[in-house]
Structure formats: C-alpha cells, structure tokens
C-alpha cells in the first residue's frame, strides 16, 4: 500500500491539492508544496511556535499536525493574516513598537497574537503572556510584542 | 478583529526598521526558505561519541543507495587545518573525533530523508579514548591529551599554549602578595559557571551553487566575510571565486559568527555539479556549532581596607574552550578583564587559562566571557561586602572606575558614566525600600568594550533623488544596519525612507567584520557617515553653482538644498541628483580609520591578544529584585533596573530592545539555561523542553536608563557598542538578589534545585 | 498505510478493530515519533471531528467529559472550574495555548505519561474512564487503567470515549499545583492535587493527594485516612509527609530524586491547603499554579499582574 495521500488542503482561502507522504507533517506541505515560507521551522518540537497557524480559528503548532488532519478545515498562515491592502492592525503594530528585530518568530507570534485577541479582545497583561507563552523570542524580550498586542486591542 | 476593520495608520515618529514589512508579512526570505532548481540536500554523519579514534570508515554502502550524489569525507577535501587563532579543526574529522558534534561525513541525495538514511549507512568503528570532561582535571599534569599533535600546530604570536591549554593570559599590576598580605580583611571564593547557548530561534542553514568556476553560498551567518575567508582557506580558493549572500538572518547572539558548515556544502555542489541545500534541525544546532558559551571556573581572593578600599585582587580562572579554538583565542585575557571588572584596584594578578576538553567548542556569544566573569566577580564582591560589613552598592561606588581614573591594568578613562548607572538602576528599583522577607534586590556592575575595526560603505543617489547604501554589514536582526539609513539621510538632508539597503553580499559591498563585538554602528556607521559626507559635498557643489553661492555656506536640509539663512531661496536635492545623472554621477566609497588601541600603564600582560585595553568602554549597573520560593528554590525576577553607559543612543527603540532582549536572555543564564554533559561527553539537553529559554510568561518590568554623556573615541555622535553590554550584568544581580533571601549559589545557572540545596545547606 | 477520517464512532470502532490507531490532536504521537519512542503507526483513524466525544455534559452523578474536550475548553469550562477544579488547574498548565487546543482528555488519558498534569486530578476526584471497543464499553478508574509510563490496560481495539468524574459534594474542593522552572511550556517536574472536603467544624472530613512524576504511573498517596478530624494546616504537613515518603522518583535532567522527593511533599501540603480554601467556598482562580503558587505573576504589590 502506497504510503502517500491526495488530499486537498485549504490554505488562506486557497484550496491545494496536494500528494503527500501520511506521516508529512502540516508545517513542511504548507512550505513546500503549498509554497509558503512565512510559517518557520524552529524546533520540530512543539516546543518554540515559529511554526504557529491556524486551523478553523486555533493556534496549531504545524510542526507536530499531520498535514492529513487538516483535509477539510481552513488553515491561515502568517500570509493569510494581511488584507490585500496593507497589513493587519497587528503587523503594523509590532513594527510601530519595535517588537521585530531578526523577525524570525514574527509570524508566529503573530498568528498566535491573531488568535488571542480573537478570543480574548481585551486581553489583560497577563493574558498577552499566557497567549503568547508557546512563542519564543531569543531577540526582543517581549516587552516590545506585548506592547503591540496591547495597542492593538487598544484600537479595537 | 477583521482585516477590513484596521484604522487607518498613524504616523509614528519611531523608528520602523526598512525590513519590518518582509518580517511581518512573512514575505521575507531566510536561507531555508530558499531552494533553486535541481537543489539537492544534506546531511552530516557526526561523530556521535566524544574522544575516539576512527579504525574504519566505510561510506560505500551509502555512497550507492539510490537518490545519493555524493558523500563526502576528509579524503575528498584539501587537507587544510583551519582556525582563527590555532590551526586545530579540519572540515572533517581526520583519524580522531574530539566532540560528539564533530562531522565525519556529509551527503547530498536527493531528499533529505533519503541524505540522512545514507548518512546513516556510513559505518564507523571507533577505539574509544578517554574523554576529557573536567577543566581542572585537563590542566593536570597527566591528564589525556585532546589534541596529541597540539605542539606542531600553528598558532598566531599571542597564543602560549601547552598540552591542553590552548592558551593562557596573565595579567599583573603592582604587588598583589603585598596588597593582600597588608589588608584589612581578605574574601576567598570559588564559582563555576556551566556553559549555555546562544539559542537562536533560527536553526541555520546553507545553500551553495556553483556555476562555473565560481560558487555562490547563501548562509545564516552573522559574519559573510568571515564565513568567505573559511570557504576559501579550507577549500583553496581566491576570495574572487566565492560570493557569500546572507539572507534575512533568524537571530544569532554570536552563535553564528565564524566560519562553520559553507565550505561542507560548497564541496557538496561541487562534487554533484547540483545546488545543495543544508538545513539544520534543533538537535544539531545545538551540538555541531563551535559556538557554545564557556563554562569557567574561578577562584578569587581579594583584600581590602577596613573602609571598603579595595587594595588587592588575585583572580585564577579556566574556561571550557571545549575540543576545537575557534574565536575562543581572546577568551583567556577577556574573562581575566571581566574577572578584574570595572574597579580602581591597583594591585591586581589575573591568570587565565583556554582549556581543551572534549566538548562543543565554545566560542563568541553575545558578550562571550563576561556574563559568567561578571557573575563570579560580584558574587565575590557581595561576600567581601557582607564581611566588610558595607552595603555592597557602596562598596561598588566607592571602587567603581571613574572619569579621569584608572582601571585595573592601568588604562586611565576619559568621560565615563559607572557612578551615574549605579545611581540610575538602584533608584529604578528603589533599592533600600523595605520588602517582604522573599524578596532582595541585588546589583551588578559590568563592562564591555566597544571593537574598531576597518569596515566600508558603498552608497549612490540616482537621478530621481533616491538612492542606495550598499554596505558589508550584516544585520542580525539587532537594527544595527537599519539606522545605517538615518545616519546616511541626516548627512544629506534627506529622509531615510529616500534610501534601500542592499547588504550581506559579500561580492557587492566592501568589507565589514560582521554582526560582532556589537561593532556595526560603531565601524560601519563611520563608514556610511564618511560616505554620505563625498556625496553631500558633491551635492553641495552643484548647488552652490545653482544657487550663485559659496559651497560652503549651502546647506542640505529637509530634501533641499539652500544658501545659509534663506532656506526658501533653494533647490531640491532630487533636481541636483537628476543634473548629476547626466554628468559626474552621486556615488561615493567611505570607510574611515578606526580609532587606535588606548595604552595602558604599569600592567604585564602576557598571552596578549589586545584586549587588555579598551577603546569607548561601555558601563553598565543592573538591579534586580527577585522573589525566593525558600521551600522550592524557584526564583521569580520581577523587576529589572538596567542602566547603561553606551555612548549617545542613535536609535533609542532599537537600543532599548537590546536591552530587554539581553535582560531576558540573562535571566535564562541565571536560572534555567544551563548545558549539562554526561560522564561520556554528551550534552544532555540538547533541545528546547530541556533547555529552558524565557518565555514571555517569565518576563519581568525593565526600567531602562541611558547615561549618555560626551565620550572621547566614540563611534558615530559619539555612540559606543551596545548589544551585547546589557548581556552582562544580569545574572550577576539575580545571584546577588537570591543570596540575600537564601544563601549564595556558587554555580551558574542558579537552578531552582541549586537555590532549594544552598538554602536547606545540602 | 492508511490514514481515514471517522465521523462517527462507530466508523471509528470499525477502524480499531481493523488495526488502526486513533490519532485525535496528533502531538504526542507526532513528537514522540520523532524522539523515536514509537515510529507512527501504518494505519491511523482520525477522530477529531467525532461530534459525539467532544463536550462537558453534567448527568445525575457529576459530569461527563467527551474524550475529545480540549485543554482549552477544560480550564474555561465554568462547571469544570468551580466543581472539579483540580482538573482545570491542570488542564491550565499544559504547554502552550496552541497545545491546549490541539490536545484532549482522551489523549492525555490514553498517553499514561506519569508526569501529565491531568493525571493527579482526575485521581484524586475519582474519574473513571469509558472504554468503547465493537466489543462492547466498559467503566475503569483512572489508577487501573495506568499500567506504566505510556502504558495502559486498554486493549488496542478501545477507544477512550468518555471521562467521567462524580460530584464532590457539598464543602469539598480541589486543586492542583506543580513544580515548574518558568510559568509556561513546562513539564511538571512534580506535580500534586488534592481532594478535600470539610466537616461543618472547618476540620477535613475527607482528603486524597495524588502525585505526578514521581513514579512510573500517577501515584495516589495512601494512609490518608488519618487526615480526617485535622485542622486543614495540620492535614496539610501529615500530606506532605505522606507524599514525600512514599514518592518513589528518579533522578534525571529535570531534577534529583532527592529534590522531586521533598518538592512533591512541598505541593501536596500547598495542594491540601488550597483545596481546603476552595471547599470553604473561597474562589481562586485558575489555573492555582498562577494565582498563588510558585509560577504566580508577582508584582511589585504582591498581587497578580
């Protein structure tokens, strides 16, 4: 038995049909046969949240989903965050704070920064650490994130 | 919150970094994210074990699994021993294997499960040989040797090696017996500091093409030209036939500095005549880099006056240079400073010594010695405070470097700000205030140098008035290269957004050292400044002519270009650009003359590698206020003072991200990240669930105070280095904190079970 | 190889008895394949979208939780929270947000990780744990079910489909607390809940502790019989006791036996006493590590930031 799927993922809106090994993990289809390189790879452990998206709404850890559990459900990366015209309230936030420096948590941290305020739209200081917990940054010290989270759901 | 719902943008009048929009959009490409086409990839074989001889190697078998295209061994590479200060390491392991994490292969397939089956299939027997797990224990006279040929090695002048030492430093200044033997009261003490990782978020990666007889490598490395130098010291090539790109680099703190893995995976693609595409997982990037922070080991003995005058201060310390010299070269002298510290004693000896064993090499990571030093310092300090019966902020106050003194190997300072730091931070945290009986707050003073070193900026302005800075420096992610942009505009009167960056191409821009020593600011804004400065006398020229005016009396301002005091009578600098594109072009090179090494009076420096001096030192005082869990040992770091001496701060939101960045990364050094090796010379925690960085549920209040105050030497506006210096002194203030509340922890990091052991007196 | 998504249990029961494992969140088989515990298995059954297992559903005799509930929806479930409280406080502590969506009862249950943080809880409040096979369903308590690390007495063709607590009666309360080096995306490096419920006299009428990663399964303390009639204070140091003595833990990375051995007492008398407050009827929040406990967000006040 062959140990491949075809199966249609949707990605951003975007429906992908996709054959693909079934122990394939969510994170590698979407940057390599689905072609999006925003989601990161930065620990294939669950363990630092460069991989985050969402699926149906929820933060996902992609590295540790298999890309077959995703038939049938949306999926939004760091790419699908933006409306066509300019950037989410929360990258344009995190810039204006200063909460980028090597950037390499970025999508991440915003994917999971997205599903918090969904959930939480006035989030308490210690919600934003608690909902960005499963994100690590080894640059700013989050002070800088945190703000952006804060401003933005300031904003409404 | 839904996309169509965003206000519209507000102006901010903070700096937004030119890159931000790739970085949040997910736009922006790092070096995984690249692939070309036909692009094969790697894998390593590693060598597994810590200390042993290779009997057989066989890469037959894998050498003819289907998908495989090459695999390479030290026999398919010139046999060239590399390394900055000692000539030590070879690209592959050559008949011993000295770290778990040495490469004995490397295979390029078509996929990457396919490289590591191969990789996999490469048989190696090993005769084990004793591994040389303990610092203390390798300097001992009869102790295995890691390196049996180290005496035929070559060495750059200032290394003094012997067996195991790879090099040692020593430092004295007047009569230490005498000064010890004469005062007051004299404070022993012993710490050791486990070694950590620089952990960047980023797992590295390289891809390497040849096309013709040159090869291009893109690479997440914080030093292109570095990593170029290696290629071609290793693989024999002219600097004109290799090009190093760096993409956006995921974050480094030193960890990818140096030469590592290009010149593995440029001999790939060239041996399959394909792309070849290396990406490391979280396992290797923990245990292939020779970049891991030191562990050391100090002993220290200090004497001073019944009122708190320190007289004399003898420190002997050995550090963990692991199984290969990378930059560890300068380690020796730069802990024995971090060990001495910022003080005015005169009578000082430090002895330091670089030790082989058979771990990870260890090497430059953000501010590389001086954390630990700095936490076994003033661990020290407080307990000869405590014995003195002074509060140890005034002890510090009282012997702390200052403008017009003298520091310990006699280098005297111009305009400094320590004493105004220790102000800054113990007022933050309002030190003194009384507390519950958990809770301390304990102070650190640190230093750090800022680097001159030569760097270059290429930068043009085309006929419709924007233009480019194409500069050799490499962004990190610190946003160090970003306000490259702001220093060019101000020179020119124009606005930042009026330039593009093009950097990290190591065959388009002159050189620079790299994101290193916290130097780019300090050297390469030099060079951008110089730079802007030929073409704003260019600029200035043409107005003048325009303008009927004395070039000197044109000024470049707000995009425009007038005659002093009528600045509505002027011309757009775009209209002067678009005249000078149909004539002698706007294109200018700027690199400057770094500023020279300070000298030093009345200290023997011996195994001197220059940095017994520094030029625009940097200061730091942090303060920390913690709370003890007495029956767990769990420490929680509330609230953070961090003032700093670093010159004028160009950019202070970038500034202050350092700060909070090397604040946290601090207090993971203190309590939770910590490398711990088996018996056998494993690393036992190579991966995030055991090695413990801060999460943004542990980050603490941070109060940050600039001391800015004219500085003699100073880089751009008078601006010093500034990333790594608020690395420093953090740790030290969380171990002085904890102490108070329940005992002195005297190994680094103070884990929850170490505090729970120091307290309960286990 | 096969990969198929049940939408019914019954389709998934058929997918068992064929030989396929259930894969619901998928973390833990995906993590702990690429740590090489187990490599994934040929055949997989997705169960993720079985309506049926998924809720919080109060019956006659206390409260039945779909396997497929979430960690998420567990520590912000209002019943769960006020009346198995322990249960939330350990579902709080999971990994991350992302983690607590992804990962479920069932799973953590099936998983038998001596150190799971739902593990003490559902001891110490009685779970039983509903098997479903084509074979028919059985009821097993959470203890006989755990046979060892990763190991359970459920038969390969069982489904976990419900976790069952009864109610706790009237005066009674629980929590759970653990040993954590920073205040998100831990292990528990020991871990302790408590059960109390107390007499009209503000005594313990009734206690149980159960312990994590202190022996190969979740352990329950015994002998707590004699906590009955103590003033809660009192019971609280007898737990400690009890739990530091009969812990049997290992040494490893995370800590020494030694170390576990006196911090597992450490949690289980902070445990007793914070089960006590809430059988009192005083509300603290979820999860307990973070509103009092070690991984508290202490502010320059004291109190929760």
Request: negative net charge.
């Amino acid at each position: 038995m062959s140990d491949r799927l075809d199966i249609t993922l949707r990605v951003n809106g975007t429906e992908y049909p996709v054959s693909v090994e079934m122990h394939r993990n969510l994170l590698s289809v979407i940057r390599t046969e689905v072609g999006l390189t925003g989601t990161k790879e930065g620990c294939d452990d669950c363990e630092c949240g460069a991989c985050m998206v969402l699926v149906d709404g929820q933060p996902v850890n992609s590295c540790s989903y298999l890309a077959a559990q995703a038939q049938g459900r949306e999926v939004t990366t760091v790419e699908g965050l933006m409306p066509t015209d300019g950037l989410h309230p929360l990258q344009r936030n995190i810039l204006d704070e200063g909460g980028v420096q090597c950037g390499y948590c970025t999508p991440g941290m915003l994917v999971s920064a997205s599903a918090l305020l969904a959930r939480c739209p006035s989030p308490t200081d210690e919600d934003i650490r608690i909902g960005l917990s499963g994100n690590l940054c080894r640059c700013t010290g989050y002070a800088k994130i945190i703000a952006a989270v804060q401003r933005t759901a300031a904003e409404g | 919150m839904s996309p169509a719902a965003a206000p519209a943008p507000t102006a901010s009048p903070r700096f937004v970094r030119a890159d931000g929009p790739d970085k949040v959009t997910g736009s922006g490409r790092y070096t995984a994210d690249l692939t070309l086409t036909g692009c094969l990839a790697a894998k390593f074989r590693y060598a597994g074990v810590a200390h042993a001889r290779i009997r057989r190697l066989d890469v037959s078998a894998a050498r003819s699994m289907p998908g495989v295209f090459a695999v390479l061994t030290a026999d398919d590479v010139p046999d060239v021993r590399y390394g900055p200060f000692v000539k030590d390491r070879t690209l592959f392991a050559r008949d011993v294997v000295r770290f778990e994490g040495e490469i004995i292969a490397a295979v390029a397939a078509v996929d990457a499960a396919t490289a590591q089956r191969a990789a996999d299939a490469i048989v190696v027997e090993f005769e084990a040989l004793p591994v040389v797990n303990d610092i203390e224990a390798a300097l001992q006279t009869g102790s295995p040797l890691v390196h049996e040929g180290w005496s035929g090695y070559e060495a750059a002048d200032p290394m003094v090696r012997d067996r195991n030492d790879a090099t040692s430093s020593t430092i004295t200044r007047g009569d230490v017996d005498a000064a010890l033997a004469a005062a007051d009261i004299v404070v022993k003490g012993r710490y050791v500091a486990d070694g950590c990782h620089a952990a960047p978020i980023e797992p590295r990666s390289v891809v390497a093409q040849w096309e013709g007889n040159k090869v291009t490598i893109w690479t997440s490395t914080q030093v292109p030209f570095d990593a170029r130098s290696g290629v071609c010291e290793t693989l024999g090539l002219p600097a004109s036939r290799v090009r190093v790109i760096v993409p956006h680099l995921g974050g480094g703190f030193g960890g990818k500095c140096g030469f590592h893995f290009e010149a593995h995976v440029a001999a790939l693609a060239r041996a399959t005549r394909r792309p070849v595409r290396l990406v490391f997982s979280r396992r290797e990037e923990f245990l292939a880099p020779d970049r891991r922070r030191e562990g050391i080991v100090y002993e220290f003995e200090t004497g001073a006056l019944r009122d708190g005058t320190i007289v004399g201060h003898r420190v002997w310390l050995a550090i963990d240079n692991g199984a290969y010299t990378s930059d560890s070269g300068f380690f020796a002298q730069m802990a024995a400073m971090h060990a001495l510290g910022p003080y005015q004693v005169p009578n000082i000896r430090a002895e330091a010594h670089l030790v082989y064993t058979n771990h990870q090499p260890s090497g430059s990571v953000r501010a590389p010695t001086a954390p630990q030093s700095c936490w076994a310092l003033e661990s020290h300090l407080d307990e000869l405070a405590n014995a003195l019966g002074i509060d140890p902020v005034e002890l510090r106050r009282r012997n702390a470097v200052r403008t017009g003194g003298t520091g310990p190997t006699g280098q005297t300072y111009g305009e400094i700000g320590l004493l105004d730091c220790i102000d800054a931070a113990t007022a933050a945290v309002g030190y003194g205030q009384p507390l519950p009986d958990d809770e301390a707050i304990g102070v650190a003073v640190g230093w750090w140098p800022s680097f001159a070193a030569p760097s270059g900026v290429f930068v043009k302005v085309d006929g419709d008035g924007s233009g480019q800075i194409i500069t050799g420096a490499q962004e990190c992610g610190t946003g160090a290269v970003m306000t490259l942009r702001q220093l060019v505009a101000d020179e020119l009167g124009m606005a930042a957004d009026d330039f593009e960056l093009v950097y990290q191409d190591t065959s388009a821009a002159p050189y620079d050292m790299g994101a290193t020593g916290s130097q780019t600011l300090f050297n390469n804004g030099r060079a951008a400044i110089a730079a802007a400065g030929q073409i704003a006398d260019q600029l200035r020229r043409l107005a003048a002519d325009r303008l009927e005016a004395a070039v000197d009396d044109i000024v470049l301002e707000g995009g425009r270009a007038s005659v002093r005091g009528t600045p509505s009578a002027g011309v757009a600098i775009a209209d002067l650009a678009a005249e000078a594109a149909g004539g002698e072009l706007l294109i200018a090179h700027g690199s400057g003359l770094p500023p020279s090494a300070p000298v030093i009076e009345g200290a023997t420096c011996i195994g001197d590698v220059g940095v017994a001096a520094w030029i625009a030192p940097q200061f730091s005082c942090h303060a920390v206020r913690v709370k003890v869990d007495r029956e767990t040992g769990v420490v929680r770091v509330l609230h953070v003072g961090a003032a700093h001496d670093s010159g004028t701060i160009i950019n202070p939101v970038g500034a202050e991200g350092q700060v909070q960045g090397a604040v946290l990364m601090g207090i993971g050094q203190a309590l939770t990240e910590g490398t711990v090796y088996d018996e056998a010379g494993h690393q036992r925690n190579a991966g995030l669930l055991e090695y413990k960085l801060q999460t943004c549920a542990d980050a603490p209040e941070i109060d940050i105070h600039f001391v800015q105050i004219p500085t003699p030497d100073a880089g751009p506006r008078g601006a010093k280095g500034l990333a790594e210096a608020p690395n420093v002194a953090t740790a030290a203030a969380i171990a002085n904190a904890i102490a108070k509340v329940s005992g002195r922890v005297r190994q680094l990091p103070m884990t929850a079970e170490r505090v729970w052991r120091t307290g309960v007196g286990a | 190889m096969s990969f198929t998504i049940a939408s019914t249990l019954d389709d998934a029961l058929a997918a068992l008895a064929a030989g396929a494992r259930p894969i619901a969140g998928g973390s833990d088989l995906v993590v702990g394949a690429r740590h090489g515990k187990a490599p994934l298995p040929g055949q997989l059954v997705a169960i993720d979208r079985i309506a049926e297992l998924r809720g919080v559903c109060a019956t006659d005799s206390g409260v039945a939780i779909g396997a497929l509930t979430s960690h998420g929806e567990l520590e912000s479930n209002a019943l769960i929270c006020d009346r198995w409280s322990a249960l939330a406080d350990g579902c709080a502590l999971v990994g991350s947000p992302a983690t607590r969506h992804v990962g479920t009862i069932g799973g953590n249950v099936m998983n038998a990780s001596p150190a799971m943080d739902t593990g003490a809880p559902l001891v110490v409040l009685g779970a039983e744990v509903e098997l479903r096979s084509q074979r028919g369903s059985r009821h097993v308590t959470a203890a006989d079910l755990w046979t060892g690390p990763g190991r359970t007495s459920a038969a390969a063709d069982e489904l976990c489909t419900v976790v069952h607590l009864p109610d706790q009666g009237a005066r009674s309360g629980s929590a759970y607390l653990r040993l954590e080096y920073r205040r998100a995306m831990e292990i528990a490096i020991v871990g302790a809940a408590a059960s109390v419920s107390l007499a009209d006299d503000g005594t313990v009428a009734c206690a149980s502790v159960a312990l994590t990663a202190v022996a190969p399964t979740i352990l329950a303390v015994t002998g707590l019989d004699t906590l009955v009639g103590m003033p809660v204070a009192a019971a609280a140091a007898a737990a400690r006791a009890a739990a530091s003595e009969q812990a049997r833990p290992i040494s490893d990375l995370r800590a020494s036996d030694d170390y576990r051995r006196h911090a597992v007492g450490v949690m289980a008398g902070r445990a007793i006493e914070a089960a006590a407050r809430r059988a009192a009827g005083e509300s603290i929040p979820v999860p307990l590590n973070r509103s009092t406990g070690i991984g508290a967000a202490w502010s320059s006040t004291g109190a929760a930031s």
